[in-house]
């Protein structure tokens, strides 16, 4: 019971947290501050975590690593983020974090 307490209170704290990341990054944005980068980068590592990946690796890295091994939910992710960005996934790419690229059987 304890455990689950503790893991409400982390959930909560980082609800707080993504929350109020949120607000300041309106502002951010709004300026043109380059603030606003590290937010995103933060809120997408997070939702990379939530995912089953690691909290330290974007979406774009696991994406990339996934493309590469030709996983097709990846792949159209990247095809969708090259649109936006040509090469976004492959630069993106973050050999020292999650996992190395898995292989598609």
């Known amino acids: 019971m304890r455990r689950r307490l503790v893991l409400l209170g982390l959930w909560l704290a980082a609800t707080l947290a993504a929350l109020l990341a949120l607000l300041w990054g309106l502002p951010a944005a ?5 603030r ?9 590592q997070m939702l ?3 995912w089953g990946g690691s909290e330290d690796e974007t979406i774009s890295s696991r994406a990339g690593k996934g493309a590469r091994a030709g996983i097709w939910h990846w792949c159209l992710l990247c095809r969708l983020l ?3 960005d040509p090469g976004h996934c492959q630069k ?8 190395p690229a898995p292989v598609d059987k």
């Open 30 to 34: 709004l300026v043109g501050s380059p």
């Open 36 to 44: 606003t980068v590290r937010i995103a980068v933060g809120g997408d």
């Open 48 to 50: 990379n975590a939530a």
């Open 82 to 84: 090259d649109w936006l």
């Open 92 to 99: 993106s790419i973050e050999t020292d974090e999650g996992r």
